[in-house]
C-alpha cells in the first residue's frame, strides 16, 4: 500500500507532503490544477522514463519519494532480496530528476537503476489513466491479464518448464544432426589433431615445469660441476679439508675424555660432525659425477620442451590447458562417433518431453477456457451497471502459427494459444478488437469492470483511475463511483475525477488548486474535512456560484455514499 508521497519542484508544484490510507481516495479540482500531476509523479518512483522538461521552472532538480507498506507483497520483498537490497516491512523510493541530466534513483537508500526500480516495484501499483489504460488495446497484454485474473501462474510455470526443456532437446538434435552432417570432415580433423596428441605422450601437467628445471641444470653444467667438486674438496679430498680438521680435533677431545669423563657428550658431537660432513662430501662427489654421467639428455630435454612450447602455441596457455585440450578432444570424437546413437536416444527422450509439454498446454488451455468464459460473464455483468448494457465481451483464443510443435500443433513458453479482449459495443454487432470500436470512455470502463472483477485475488494492493469517468454521467457515474467505492473495500484506490457522483464515494477526499504566489503558480493539495467535501461537491454540482441547494444535494450525494457500504 502506498503510504506516503513526497513531491518537490516537480511540474507546477512545488512542495507537497501527503499521507494516505487505505479505502478510495478521490482527487479532484479545476481543470489544470495539476491533480494528473500527482500520478505522473508517482509514476516516476515506479520506473517511468524520466524527463527534464517535469522540473519546476527555476529548479535544478525535480524530486519525488514514495512510502510503501510491504504487507501482503512477498513477491516485491523477494525482489528485494534478489537485487541485494534491503527488504523489510517498507519500501522507500526517491527519484531525482536533474535538469543537467545526471538523474538518480535510491531503492531503501540504496543507488540503484531505473530497471531495477522498475523491477522491484512491478506489480506494488496498477495506473488507469486516458494513456495506461490502452494497454487493453494490445493484445499481447491480453494473455498476461487473463492468467493473472483465472491464477493460472502454477499451470503457467509447468508449461514454461516443459517448453524449456523440450526447446533444449530440439537445439541438441540440431546440433547433432549438424554434426553428422559434417562427420567425416569432423572426424578426420579430430584424428589428426588427437594423432599428434597422443604421439606427445602427454600424461602429467607438471612434466614441463621439471623438465625446464632439470633442463636449466645442465646448461649449467660445468659451473655446477666445479662448484660440487670445489665443496667436496673443500669437506674431505684437499689436505687439511674439514673432515682431517674435524678427526684431529676428535683424537684431542678423546685426550680430554680419559682425563674427563663430563666432556664425553663433546666428543660425541664431533663424531657426529664428522659423519656429517662426509655424508655431504660423498653426495657432492655423485652430483659432480652425475653430470658426466649422460651426456645426451640436455639435447632430449631441449627436444622435448620444444615439442611442449609447439603444442602450447596450437592448443593452450600451460601444458594442463593441453592435456585438457586433447580430453575434450577425446570426448567429441566419441561423440561424433556415437551421434547415431545419440540421436536416437534424444529422439526418445524428445517425445516424452514432447508428449509432457502437450499435456501441461492443454491443461493450461483448458483452464484458459473456463477462465475466459468465466471473466467475460463477470465483465460483462459490471459493464451493464455502467451504462454499457448491451455491450458483449469475448475472450478469443486462437493457436499459435509458429514455436515448438507437437503432434501438428505449435506450442510457446506461454502455452498454446494467443489471447485477445473482443467487444461488440451493442447487440447484434460482431465482436471487434477493443482498439476498433472502444472510445477512452468505453476503455475506461471496461477497465474498471476487470479491475472490479479481479480486485478480490489481484496481487496489486494499489489502484489509482486517473479520469476514467471520461464521456459519462448521470445514473453511469453514480454506478462507476459505487463500482470504485467496491474496489477501495479490497484494495487502496485512488481516483481522479471531474464528477461529484464519484467524489462523494470516496473515504478521503484530495483537493487541488493553483494560487500565484510572488508572481509564481504553484500547485496546493488540501485534505477535505467534512465541511470542505460538501463545498468541492457544490462546486462541482453548480459550477461558481455555491447555494444552499447544492450544497443539500452535495451532503445528499455523501449520505447515500455512506449508506451504500
Keep these: 500500500m502506498l503510504q506516503a508521497l513526497s513531491i518537490h519542484d516537480f511540474a507546477i508544484i512545488d512542495r507537497l507532503e501527503l499521507d494516505l490510507g487505505p479505502g478510495l481516495t478521490v482527487?479532484?479540482?479545476?481543470?489544470?490544477?495539476?491533480?494528473?500531476?500527482?500520478?505522473?509523479?508517482?509514476?516516476?518512483?515506479?520506473g517511468d522514463r524520466a524527463r527534464a522538461d517535469v522540473i519546476r521552472s527555476g529548479s535544478p532538480k525535480a524530486q519525488v519519494e514514495a512510502l510503501f507498506r510491504l504487507k501482503g507483497s512477498p513477491a516485491v520483498r523477494a525482489r528485494l532480496v534478489d537485487a541485494g537490497l534491503d527488504a523489510g516491512e517498507e519500501l522507500v523510493v526517491r527519484r531525482v530528476v536533474a535538469r543537467s541530466g545526471r538523474h538518480r534513483v535510491y531503492i531503501n537508500g540504496a543507488l540503484a537503476t531505473v530497471n531495477t526500480l522498475a523491477h522491484v516495484t512491478a506489480g506494488l501499483v496498477d495506473i488507469s489513466g486516458q494513456h495506461q489504460h490502452y494497454s487493453l488495446m494490445r493484445a499481447e497484454s491480453?494473455?498476461?491479464l487473463l492468467d493473472r485474473i483465472a491464477g493460472?501462474?502454477?499451470?503457467?510455470?509447468?508449461?514454461?518448464?516443459?517448453?524449456?526443456?523440450?526447446?533444449?532437446?530440439?537445439?541438441?538434435?540440431?546440433?547433432?544432426?549438424?554434426?553428422?552432417?559434417?562427420?567425416?570432415?569432423?572426424e578426420d580433423f579430430l584424428r589428426f589433431q588427437l594423432q599428434e596428441l597422443h604421439d606427445a605422450r602427454l600424461d602429467d601437467p607438471e612434466e614441463e615445469e621439471r623438465l625446464l628445471t632439470e633442463a636449466r641444470r645442465l646448461r649449467n653444467a660445468e659451473k655446477l660441476r666445479a662448484a660440487a667438486v670445489g665443496a667436496e674438496a673443500a669437506l674431505y679430498s684437499d689436505r687439511g679439508a674439514a673432515a682431517e680438521r674435524v678427526s684431529q680435533a676428535i683424537r684431542h677431545a678423546e685426550t680430554l675424555v680419559r682425563l674427563d669423563e663430563a666432556a664425553g657428550g663433546v666428543l660425541d658431537e664431533l663424531h657426529s660432525a664428522l659423519a656429517i660432513v662426509e655424508d655431504a662430501a660423498r653426495t657432492l662427489d655423485a652430483y659432480a659425477r652425475d653430470l658426466d654421467a649422460e651426456p645426451s639428455r640436455l639435447d632430449e630435454l631441449e627436444g622435448r620442451l620444444a615439442l611442449f612450447a609447439r603444442l602450447r602455441r596450437k592448443y593452450g596457455a600451460t601444458l594442463g590447458e593441453v592435456i585438457e585440450?586433447?580430453?575434450?578432444?577425446?570426448?567429441?570424437?566419441?561423440?561424433?562417433?556415437?551421434?547415431?546413437?545419440?540421436?536416437?536416444?534424444?529422439?526418445?527422450?524428445?517425445?516424452?518431453?514432447?508428449?509432457?509439454l502437450k499435456a501441461a498446454a492443454e491443461t493450461l488451455s483448458a483452464a484458459r477456457r473456463a477462465g475466459g468464459d468465466e471473466l467475460a460473464e463477470a465483465v460483462c455483468a459490471e459493464l451493464g451497471d455502467l451504462g454499457m448494457e448491451g455491450a458483449r465481451m469475448v475472450v478469443d483464443r486462437r493457436p499459435l502459427t509458429g514455436g515448438i510443435e507437437v503432434d501438428g500443433r505449435f506450442y510457446g513458453p506461454r502455452g498454446a494459444e494467443r489471447v485477445e479482449f473482443l467487444l461488440s459495443a451493442n447487440p447484434g454487432e460482431p465482436p471487434q478488437a477493443l482498439g476498433r470500436i472502444a472510445s477512452g470512455g468505453e476503455l475506461s470502463r471496461i477497465m474498471l469492470a476487470v479491475k472490479r472483477v479481479i480486485a478480490e485475488r489481484d496481487p496489486v494492493a494499489t489502484y489509482i483511475f486517473d479520469e476514467v469517468d471520461s464521456g459519462v454521467g448521470g445514473p453511469t457515474a453514480e454506478a462507476i463511483g459505487r463500482k470504485l467505492r467496491s474496489v477501495g473495500a479490497r484494495r487502496?484506490?485512488?481516483?481522479?475525477?471531474?464528477?461529484?457522483?464519484?467524489?462523494?464515494?470516496?473515504?478521503?477526499?484530495?483537493?487541488?488548486t493553483k494560487e500565484v504566489v510572488d508572481d509564481r503558480t504553484r500547485s496546493v493539495v488540501d485534505v477535505l474535512d467534512a465541511d470542505g467535501r460538501v463545498e468541492e461537491l457544490a462546486r462541482m454540482l453548480g459550477g461558481a456560484t455555491i447555494t444552499e441547494t447544492t450544497r443539500a444535494n452535495a451532503r445528499e450525494l455523501l449520505r447515500l455514499a455512506a449508506e451504500s457500504d
Design 152 to 186: 493460472l501462474q502454477t499451470l503457467r510455470e509447468s508449461v514454461e518448464v516443459a517448453h524449456r526443456e523440450v526447446a533444449a532437446l530440439d537445439a541438441r538434435v540440431a546440433d547433432l544432426r549438424r554434426r553428422q552432417r559434417d562427420r567425416a570432415e569432423r
Design 325 to 356: 585440450r586433447m580430453e575434450a578432444f577425446e570426448a567429441e570424437l566419441a561423440e561424433v562417433e556415437g551421434v547415431d546413437g545419440a540421436l536416437d536416444s534424444l529422439g526418445v527422450a524428445r517425445r516424452a518431453a514432447g508428449v509432457k
Design 492 to 512: 487502496q484506490a485512488l481516483c481522479v475525477t471531474h464528477l461529484p457522483q464519484i467524489a462523494a464515494m470516496g473515504q478521503h477526499h484530495l483537493h487541488v
Design 142 to 144: 491480453h494473455l498476461e
Design 27 to 46: 482527487i479532484t479540482g479545476e481543470t489544470g490544477a495539476g491533480k494528473s500531476m500527482l500520478v505522473d509523479a508517482l509514476s516516476l518512483v515506479l
